[in-house]
């Protein structure tokens, strides 16, 4: 099927075209010019035919002799280019076929015929018609025989020249065109040079198309590793971020996940949400404050800074509470659209560790209460609250017989015991704290002696319970010498406070060998110093 748009059909209708409007111009040009030299050559070949019968009517005219008139006039007629002919003198007339020619409007040639020993002088005149019918015939005859062979040979010569252009231009230009066509880019394949064109324009465009195939190859060949890379990176990173143990997610502005790793989902489940696309503005549907941690991440981020902090994630029902620590990256696209990256890192252990540490720093391990530590915080903050209390100092009697005697197994259990009736006998405004030893400190929200005694008179109670170690039969009984001192009635200082209660402590001790039953004491102010009541 022949390709009208192709280069071939193109070249080979624009060279017929151009061909056909050569031949065409030159053909009006050479069938005019040769009608004109035809018609000059019958003028010219009238006046030979004239010179060759013009002796022989100026001696006719000269002799009057009439047969010699006719023998030049019929000579004339003879020839097909004239049509008629006639001489005329004063003495002798002769025409042939004169009517003929006037009848068709020929104007005569007009020659003078001139006297054959005196040049100068005239005898007559001879006219002659031209037979112009047959004279344009003939001219028209040779120009058409001129065209049509100049017809034929631009005919001839397109064809060749059609011939030579194909196979020299355009079907090495075809084979190229179907070679690129058929090559696939970024493959060896190259275009072969056309036969008898390695030097050509067609050879350099072919070397130029396969410079260009090469570094096309080169492109991608470098591209396909770059891929390559790229896609060995982005599983690498797909399986880091799909496998990290921190939940992990890319979110837009307004709040819509775009990522989010299995971390990430694991964490929704475990709190008791179902996974969704959206948690809200910053995921605050996830926390427990959400004011909180969208008030830190929005300040944060108005600086363009990233966010960080630990946050307590919402529990269901009887759940235990999962804190995590919160980093937060604003990110920003080269198209200036926002996203933000959030990293969750579940430090609930580490939290409860942190409590459990607490405790033991602030709770006796032994009996459970707080320990002096624990005791002296919440006495300064009872004092920094301005609350008024009691601190009640028990040093236990009889104690050390119970280590000695029966082990410090048995003096455990009176200590667990003595901290298990504190608890049990004060009120849950109020405190028991383990002092040290067999000492234990009361914090009680009490203003007066009366409201310490009804306490301290049920913990009495308790304590006096007696003991059955080993077997023995004989019971052992442990008692409480109690010092008591008021806040800030007394004393505005911790220090000051507890050796107020010491004071009193050691003075319901030595009261009780002498009154048994007399084992509280309140403490007296006025023997301190008033730098110690401040």
């Keep these: 099927m022949i390709n009208i748009r192709g ?12 061909a056909m409007l050569v031949v065409l111009t030159t053909a009006e040009f050479f069938y005019r010019a040769t009608y004109e030299n035809e018609l000059g050559e019958a003028n010219h070949d009238i006046e030979e035919l004239y010179r060759t019968v013009g002796p022989t009517a100026s001696i006719a005219a000269f002799l009057e002799e009439e047969d010699l008139a006719k023998e030049a006039i019929n000579g004339l007629v003879k ?8 001489i005329k003198s004063d003495a002798l007339y002769y025409q042939l076929n004169v009517t003929d020619a006037i009848n068709k409007n020929i104007e005569p040639r007009v020659f003078l015929v001139r006297h054959p020993f005196i040049p100068e002088e005239t005898l007559a005149e001879v006219n002659i018609y031209p037979n112009f019918d047959h004279i344009i015939h003939q001219a028209e005859k040779i120009s058409n025989d001129n065209s049509y062979s100049l017809y034929v040979e631009a005919l001839v010569v397109g064809i060749v020249a059609l011939v030579i252009t194909y196979y020299i231009i355009i079907s090495p230009m075809l084979r190229v065109g179907r070679s690129l066509h058929e090559i696939t880019p970024g493959t060896t394949q190259r275009i072969a040079v056309p036969e008898y064109h390695t030097d050509s324009e067609i050879g350099a465009f072919v070397h130029d198309t396969n410079q260009l195939l090469s570094k096309v190859e080169e492109q991608f060949s470098q591209e396909r590793q770059l891929r390559e890379e790229i896609e060995f990176l982005e599983k690498r990173f797909r399986m880091l971020f799909e496998n990290a143990k921190s939940a992990t997610v890319l979110m837009t502005e307004s709040g819509i996940i775009e990522l989010r790793n299995k971390a990430f989902i694991d964490l929704v489940v ?7 696309q959206d948690y809200g503005e910053l995921l605050e549907e996830l926390f427990e404050n959400p004011a909180a941690i969208k008030t830190s991440l929005l300040e944060a981020f108005s600086r363009n800074e990233f966010a960080t902090g630990e946050f307590k994630l919402k529990s269901g029902v009887n759940k235990a509470a999962i804190w995590v620590q919160l980093i937060a990256s604003p990110l920003m696209t080269e198209e200036g659209e926002r996203f933000y990256q959030i990293t969750f890192n579940d430090i609930s252990t580490r939290k409860r560790e942190l409590q459990n540490l607490a405790l033991q720093a602030d709770f006796d391990s032994l009996t459970g209460i707080y320990n002096r530590n624990g005791g002296e915080k919440l006495i300064a903050k009872l004092m920094n609250k301005g609350h008024h209390f009691a601190l009640a100092l028990i040093d236990l009697n009889g104690f050390k017989a119970v280590n000695d005697i029966f082990g410090h197994d048995a003096g455990d259990e009176v200590l667990i015991f003595v901290s298990e009736q504190l608890r049990d006998k004060i009120r849950k405004v ?17 203003e007066d002696e009366k409201a310490v005694e009804t306490v301290i008179s049920k913990v009495n109670k308790g304590i006096k319970q007696p003991f059955y170690f080993n077997d023995d039969t004989t019971p052992t009984v442990v008692s409480m010498s109690v010092g008591v001192a008021f806040y ?3 004393s505005r200082n911790m220090n000051t406070l507890i050796k107020l209660a010491d004071i009193a402590m050691y003075k319901a001790k030595q009261n009780k060998v002498a009154a048994p039953d007399d084992y509280l004491m309140f ?5 301190l110093d008033s730098s110690d009541n401040q």
Excluded: C, N, T
């Excluded at 020839?79 to 006639?86: Q, V």
């Design 523 to 527: 403490a007296e102010p006025e023997g």
């Design 430 to 446: 109020d405190v028991a704290v383990r002092w040290g030893g067999d000492e234990f400190v009361l914090l009680l929200q009490a």
């Design 79 to 86: 020839s097909d280019k004239i049509l008629a002919a006639s």
């Design 7 to 18: 280069l071939g059909f193109r070249f080979a209708l624009f060279l017929v075209a151009a």
């Design 488 to 490: 800030p009635r007394m």
């Design 270 to 276: 475990k709190i008791g949400l179902e996974e969704k």
